[in-house]
């Protein structure tokens, strides 16, 4: 649907309530006669829609501006910081994180807690995330927003009934919306909307979002906390795109067992289990919330890793380079355990995919984000939603 022009006349209301409603989010602050010629709507229309988005408390009057013409001064709209919140989460093997998420993209409150059983199952992850969901309805509630739902990322894939499958979880066709759901009544009282999302493609849409990602190009991020994964946005709507299991490529023919059983995958080389055994062999595997980052930092600057590193670059360029002729023009963001490997490991895996790519290589570059990329872009789901569609919000 084409949502920067008026609709006619099926769903009109709705269309032209999102579209007065992304125009404050993109421009804002702006004035109801700026909204109406941007929009193309009536005046009359344009205060009409403006005055139910203000009752939701999805947008708030900034005030007068100034004004040296004839007529009454105009009044300004802006998103508003204190409306509805979303809560993102992030399920890893080690650890449960959580960011509380304004409707403009900022975050008002982080909560991680360990898991200190990885083979609990998702009994144990559902248990852990109970103290981050405490934490963050308590912040919510201390702000007077309203939480509009929770989104949960996990590495894995998660079908159309909501349920997930995940080899590094250890999880088969788990209900996972349906458990935090049963969890949050106890929590809460009430009822909160709770999806489960594909935790690598929402690692694209941070770096889309939050990363400074260039918003006109394709975008290919690879990351992940105990095995890599690949997030793929193709076009402008955070809709489109796809997401994959990427350590499960094999890339080495006969190599080392992996975690999933087969042998020679990408993870056995530059996976995060394997190098963070090579920064430290005595030291269990953790996550970057958990202590992996420095781990990882510490790898760069060992010159008996050096061959090591340069082998993972060489891996990873085998298994991106199918992948990136299909999409000769997008960047690639490194995130995960490989974000701190920084430039230089950025540079080794653009070089080899210069060998392999008929027309070069694309920009590589290493995410800037935290450790909790995932719950962030979770939480960021459920406010552009608010944003995209307030018709429903306004119906619920």
Same mark, same amino acid.
């Given at each position: 649907?084409?949502?920067?022009?008026?609709?006619?006349?099926?769903?009109?209301?709705?269309?032209?309530?999102?579209?007065?409603? !992304?125009?404050?989010?993109?421009?804002?602050?702006?004035?109801?006669?700026?909204?109406? &010629?941007?929009?193309?709507?009536?005046?009359?229309?344009?205060? &009409?829609?403006?005055?139910?988005?203000?009752?939701?408390?999805?947008?708030?009057?900034?005030?007068?501006?100034?004004?040296?013409?004839?007529? =009454?001064?105009?009044?300004?709209?802006?998103?508003?910081?204190?409306?509805?919140?979303?809560?993102?989460?992030?399920?890893? $093997?080690?650890?449960? $994180?959580?960011?509380?998420?304004?409707?403009?993209? !900022?975050?008002?409150?982080?909560?991680?807690?360990?898991?200190?059983?990885?083979?609990?199952?998702?009994?144990?992850?559902?248990?852990?995330?109970?103290?981050?969901?405490?934490?963050?309805?308590?912040? +919510?509630?201390?702000?007077?927003? @309203?939480?509009?739902?929770? $989104?949960?990322?996990?590495?894995? =894939?998660?079908?159309?009934? !909501?349920?997930?499958?995940?080899?590094?979880?250890?999880?088969? =066709?788990?209900?996972?919306?349906?458990?935090?759901?049963?969890?949050?009544?106890?929590?809460?009282?009430?009822?909160?909307?709770?999806?489960?999302?594909?935790?690598?493609?929402?690692?694209?849409?941070?770096?889309?979002?939050?990363?400074?990602?260039?918003?006109?190009?394709?975008?290919?991020?690879?990351?992940?906390?105990?095995?890599?994964?690949?997030?793929?946005?193709?076009?402008?709507?955070?809709?489109?795109?796809?997401?994959?299991?990427?350590?499960?490529?094999?890339? =080495?023919?006969?190599?080392?067992?992996?975690?999933?059983?087969?042998?020679?995958?990408?993870?056995?080389?530059?996976?995060?289990?394997?190098?963070?055994?090579?920064?430290?062999?005595?030291?269990?595997?953790?996550?970057?919330?958990?202590?992996?980052?420095?781990?990882?930092?510490?790898?760069?600057?060992?010159?008996?890793?050096?061959?090591?590193?340069?082998?993972?670059?060489?891996?990873?360029?085998? $298994?991106?380079?199918?992948?990136?002729?299909?999409?000769?023009?997008?960047?690639? @963001?490194?995130?995960?355990?490989?974000?701190?490997?920084?430039?230089?490991?950025?540079?080794?895996?653009? +070089?080899?995919?210069?060998?392999?790519?008929?027309?070069?290589?694309?920009?590589?570059?290493?995410?800037?984000?935290?450790?909790?990329?995932?719950?962030?872009?979770?939480?960021?789901?459920?406010?552009?939603?608010?944003?995209?569609?307030?018709? !429903?919000?306004? +119906?619920?």
């Amino acid at each position: 649907m084409d949502w920067a022009s008026p609709a006619r006349p099926v769903g009109q209301h709705a269309h032209n309530l999102a579209l007065v409603s !992304r125009l404050i989010a993109d421009d804002g602050p702006v004035s109801r006669a700026e909204l109406a &010629q941007r929009s193309g709507l009536t005046k009359t229309t344009v205060t &009409q829609l403006t005055g139910e988005l203000l009752d939701a408390g999805l947008v708030r009057e900034l005030g007068t501006a100034r004004h040296g013409g004839p007529g =009454r001064p105009a009044t300004h709209l802006v998103v508003n910081v204190l409306g509805p919140v979303g809560i993102g989460m992030q399920i890893e $093997a080690d650890h449960v $994180a959580g960011c509380l998420v304004d409707l403009t993209g !900022r975050v008002r409150d982080r909560a991680v807690r360990r898991i200190d059983d990885p083979d609990g199952g998702p009994g144990v992850a559902v248990k852990a995330a109970e103290p981050v969901l405490r934490r963050l309805l308590a912040s +919510a509630d201390a702000r007077d927003s @309203v939480v509009a739902g929770i $989104a949960v990322g996990v590495p894995g =894939r998660v079908d159309g009934q !909501r349920r997930v499958d995940s080899v590094e979880l250890g999880w088969v =066709r788990v209900p996972l919306a349906s458990l935090l759901t049963r969890r949050l009544e106890m929590l809460s009282g009430g009822i909160i909307p709770v999806e489960a999302h594909d935790g690598f493609r929402l690692a694209a849409l941070a770096e889309r979002w939050f990363g400074g990602a260039d918003p006109t190009r394709p975008l290919v991020t690879v990351a992940g906390e105990s095995s890599l994964g690949v997030g793929v946005i193709d076009g402008p709507g955070w809709e489109r795109g796809y997401s994959g299991p990427l350590g499960h490529v094999r890339v =080495r023919r006969g190599g080392d067992r992996c975690h999933c059983g087969a042998r020679g995958c990408l993870d056995t080389a530059a996976g995060p289990r394997f190098l963070l055994r090579v920064s430290d062999s005595g030291a269990p595997v953790l996550s970057r919330l958990r202590g992996g980052e420095s781990r990882m930092r510490a790898l760069t600057r060992n010159p008996e890793a050096s061959a090591v590193l340069r082998r993972a670059a060489s891996a990873l360029g085998d $298994a991106l380079a199918g992948l990136l002729v299909a999409h000769s023009s997008a960047s690639v @963001v490194l995130g995960g355990h490989l974000a701190p490997l920084g430039s230089g490991f950025a540079e080794q895996v653009a +070089a080899a995919l210069d060998r392999r790519l008929p027309d070069g290589a694309p920009a590589v570059t290493t995410s800037s984000l935290r450790g909790d990329a995932v719950a962030l872009a979770a939480g960021g789901t459920v406010t552009r939603r608010l944003i995209e569609n307030p018709a !429903r919000w306004l +119906a619920s």
